[in-house]
Nanobody, 116 residues
Framework: QVQLVESGGGLGHPGGSLRLSCVVS????????TGWYRQAPGKEREEVAS?????????ADSVKGRFTISRTRDNTKIAYDLQIDNLRPDDTAEYLC????????WGQGTQVTVSS
């Protein structure tokens, strides 16, 4: 069993920054992928950033240069963050952390709202 606990998010202003965190525990031995998705009202869920086992990162075109994913890992947990800079109103969405081992595992989601 894998558990994911998210924190961070909230209200941000255009041009500002927010940081999201996800802590993964439990059966993490076979986790090879950690990433962040977001879903805005009326839109499809989209992957915005990921980091895989060898440390390679990947970003959606819409967030490149503004989002940064980072990760630390030990024998008992994986902690990974999503730094969001230069916030835009279209970053407003529910953000979900996701890890993959034998299947997908999801966090509970955290709301990011960008408004002036």
């Amino acid at each position: 069993q894998v558990q994911l606990v998210e924190s961070g998010g909230g209200l941000g202003h255009p041009g500002g920054s927010l940081r999201l965190s996800c802590v993964v525990s439990g059966d993490i031995l076979n986790v090879y992928y950690t990433g962040w998705y977001r879903q805005a009202p009326g839109k499809e869920r989209e992957e915005v950033a990921s980091i895989v086992q060898n440390g390679r990162t990947n970003y959606a075109d819409s967030v490149k240069g503004r989002f940064t994913i980072s990760r630390t890992r030990d024998n008992t947990k994986i902690a990974y963050d999503l730094q969001i800079d230069n916030l835009r109103p279209d970053d407003t969405a529910e953000y979900l952390c996701n890890v993959r081992s034998t299947r997908h595992h999801w966090g509970q989601g955290t709301q990011v709202t960008v408004s002036s």
